[in-house]
């Protein structure tokens, strides 16, 4: 069994153990719009050289941050080119991962140790630690996963009729916290390129319940609510 993570439950340690090589890391039981502790993101719950004890860590220090984006603490990947989403229907110009899909793909795309943050170095990559079939890698490779990296605004809906208009479209994200703004706001990055932030919450504050309990998402996937937030279909 990998030892990485602290086991912090004894159903999951025997999961785990049955389960041979492949290391449990699901949530630890936390809830859909309870904040970042006790989520897959709480540095406290990895074991580093020791214990550690502070939940923003692993992605943000108040000193000698870098800047890669928001007092950032965690090393960046090196892939300079991932492989684009593409299809003959696609009318957006799709372009590389913007900056602050870089910092979710420096842990994401499997080539940056999940504990190389604060200057230290090494350790597991999510493909190390979760296997390289697990959904929580993405990978280098986005062209089998929804498009990011590109604009999403009035341009692309005077093309594009079946998108509804981002900076008329009211959308309330979360749902034991929650946030009243249009598409552009809540969900684009600066108000207008489709990003990993466009659906997920990483920090777990306006995020929803998902059936499976995982996601980080900030509009439901019950009936689809969070594609048509965007898609006329
Ligand atoms: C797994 C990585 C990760 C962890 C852990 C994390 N953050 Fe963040 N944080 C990000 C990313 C990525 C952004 C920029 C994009 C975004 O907001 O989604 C960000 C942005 C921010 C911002 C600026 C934008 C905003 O939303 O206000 C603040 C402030 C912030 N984080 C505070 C915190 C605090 C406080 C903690 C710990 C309680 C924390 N973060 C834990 C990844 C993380
Ligand atoms: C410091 C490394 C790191 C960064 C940066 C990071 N993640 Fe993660 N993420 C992880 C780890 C580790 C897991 C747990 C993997 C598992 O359980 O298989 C995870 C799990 C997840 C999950 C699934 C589990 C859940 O709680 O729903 C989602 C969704 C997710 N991350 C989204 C994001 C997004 C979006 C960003 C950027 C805004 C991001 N992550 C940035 C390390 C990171
Ligand atoms: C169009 C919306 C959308 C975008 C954009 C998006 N995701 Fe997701 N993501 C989802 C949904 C929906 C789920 C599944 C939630 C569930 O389990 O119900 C998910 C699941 C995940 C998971 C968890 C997989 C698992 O089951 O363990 C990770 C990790 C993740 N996303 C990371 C990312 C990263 C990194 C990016 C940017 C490169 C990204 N996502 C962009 C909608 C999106
Ligand atoms: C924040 C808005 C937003 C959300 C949420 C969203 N999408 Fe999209 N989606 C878009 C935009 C914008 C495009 C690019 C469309 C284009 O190029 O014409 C797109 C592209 C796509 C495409 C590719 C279309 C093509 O022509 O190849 C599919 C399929 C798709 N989305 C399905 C989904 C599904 C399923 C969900 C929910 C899990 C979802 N989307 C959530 C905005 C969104």
Not at 47 to 74: K, Y
Not at 81 to 95: E, H, M, N, Q, R
Not at 196 to 208: A, G, Y
Not at 219 to 233: D, E, F, P, Y
Request: hydrophobic share 40%.
């Amino acid at each position: 069994m990998l030892n990485l993570r602290i086991v912090w439950n004894i159903g999951i340690f025997v999961v785990a153990c049955l389960g041979g090589t492949q290391l449990a890391m699901a949530q630890t039981g936390s809830t859909a719009g309870q904040g970042i502790a006790n989520t897959s993101h709480d540095a406290r719950l990895w074991t580093f050289l020791g214990t550690e004890s502070q939940i923003c860590v692993m992605c943000h220090a108040p000193h000698n941050a870098t800047s890669d984006g928001p007092l950032w603490n965690h090393a960046m990947s090196a892939v300079a080119s991932y492989k684009l989403y593409g299809s003959s229907s696609t009318l957006a110009t799709i372009g590389q991962p913007g900056p602050t899909s870089k910092l979710c793909l420096s842990c994401h795309d499997g080539t940056v140790a999940i504990l190389s943050f604060g200057g230290n170095t090494g350790g597991m990559t999510l493909i190390d630690a979760a296997g390289a079939t697990a959904r929580s890698v993405i990978g280098q490779d986005l062209s089998n996963d929804h498009p990011i990296g590109f604009a999403y605004d009035a341009a692309l809906v005077a093309k594009d009729p079946t998108k509804l208009k981002p900076t008329s479209t009211p959308v309330t994200i979360g749902a034991s916290s929650t946030r009243l703004g249009t598409i552009a706001t809540m969900l684009l990055d600066g108000g207008t390129k489709m990003e990993c932030s466009s659906c997920h919450d990483v920090h777990n504050k306006f995020t929803v319940a998902t059936l499976s309990g995982r996601g980080l998402v900030k509009v439901g996937t019950g009936g689809s609510a969070l594609c048509l937030t965007c898609h006329i279909k």
